[in-house]
């Protein structure tokens, strides 16, 4: 691998902040990343934002088939240079947002392996994990403090924790300092795995069932349960307190308290109550 910041100076290009151009040159992370993918020769893996294409070369030694979509057209020459050693590889020119994943592997089983851009790790979350067909693992360097979010444990919990969490099991793998970065972020980094799970892990009626309950009950962050529960449905208080006890649950409790198996329980009941 050519060192990314050496490869950008040679092709006049300068990194776009505002892109998340940072690019991780670091060759044992680059390793340990694809390590913690297990990668094998079986795998076709999706890569977002492969910038010069340290992580691409590790990946295409390791995998079948490697997808990797960027939306920076400055890098073309550049990285169809750096890959072009590799038969298994695609580039795709696009906003990974806008990306049909479906189209792209059909109905094949896909691991999603990543230094995403920072700007848009939650929406990255949201396309891979809620709206296309989901990966079977996901590896990501993303910000340290949002893979402790995502890791948290009931008394810390978040709509984005819980949203995570129903779909896979998250994992910290490692935290990164700045300088395996170049240009440095001015935070520190995390490797995420996530292992995503074949059904959710309580039985609910759907998805949306499930999180059109959860988002109700966090609409009001500071709020009990009880009054966040019912404005978020459209019940009164005394309804959707008497809903929370049903389930087993302290309507005084707040929404960060509960676990994934109590939103599940609530969700089931408020599927009854609007039969
Ligand atoms: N993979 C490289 C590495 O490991 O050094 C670069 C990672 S850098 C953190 C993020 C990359 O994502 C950049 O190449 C950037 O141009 C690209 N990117 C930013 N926004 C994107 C988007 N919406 N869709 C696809 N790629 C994007």
């Known amino acids: 691998m050519s060192n990314p910041k050496a490869l950008l100076e040679e092709y006049e290009i300068d990194p776009k902040r505002a892109l998340g151009q940072n690019f991780l040159h670091d ?4 390793e340990k990343i694809v390590e ?3 990668v094998t020769k079986n795998d076709i893996v999706i890569e977002i934002g492969p910038g010069t294409g340290a992580l691409t070369h590790v990946l295409a030694q390791n995998a079948k088939h490697v997808y990797c979509i960027e939306i920076d057209m ?3 020459t550049l990285l169809e240079n750096e890959l072009a050693p590799y038969d298994n590889v695609s580039i795709i020119w696009a906003d990974v947002l806008k990306t049909n994943i479906a189209e792209l592997v059909g109905e094949s089983p896909y691991l999603l392996v990543a230094n995403v851009p920072y700007y848009i790790t939650s929406a990255i979350i949201k396309h891979f994990l809620e709206d296309s067909p989901r990966p079977q693992r996901v590896v990501m360097t993303i910000q340290y403090e949002l893979a402790e979010r995502i890791t948290a444990t009931p008394n810390n919990m978040s709509l984005l924790a ?3 969490q129903y779909f896979g099991s998250p994992e910290i793998i490692t935290r990164m300092k700045p300088a395996v970065f170049w240009p440095r972020p001015e935070i520190d980094s995390a490797v995420l795995k ?4 074949d059904q ?6 759907s998805d949306k069932a499930f999180f059109r309950v959860v988002r109700a009950g966090f609409s009001q962050k500071r709020k009990q349960l009880r009054n966040s529960l019912g404005g978020g449905l459209g019940i009164k208080a005394k309804e959707s307190g008497a809903l929370i006890e049903q389930a087993g649950i302290d309507p005084q409790r707040r929404a960060e308290t509960l676990t994934i198996a109590e939103w599940g329980a609530l969700a089931r009941l408020a599927d009854e109550l609007s039969e």
Do not use: A, C, K, W
Not at 194 to 197: E, G, K, L, Q, R
Not at 200 to 205: M, T
């Open 27 to 30: 060759p044992n992370m680059l």
């Open 36 to 38: 913690t993918g297990e």
């Open 74 to 76: 400055r890098l073309q």
């Open 162 to 164: 819980v949203s995570v």
């Open 194 to 197: 996530i292992d995503v799970f």
């Open 200 to 205: 959710p892990p309580v039985e609910v009626s």
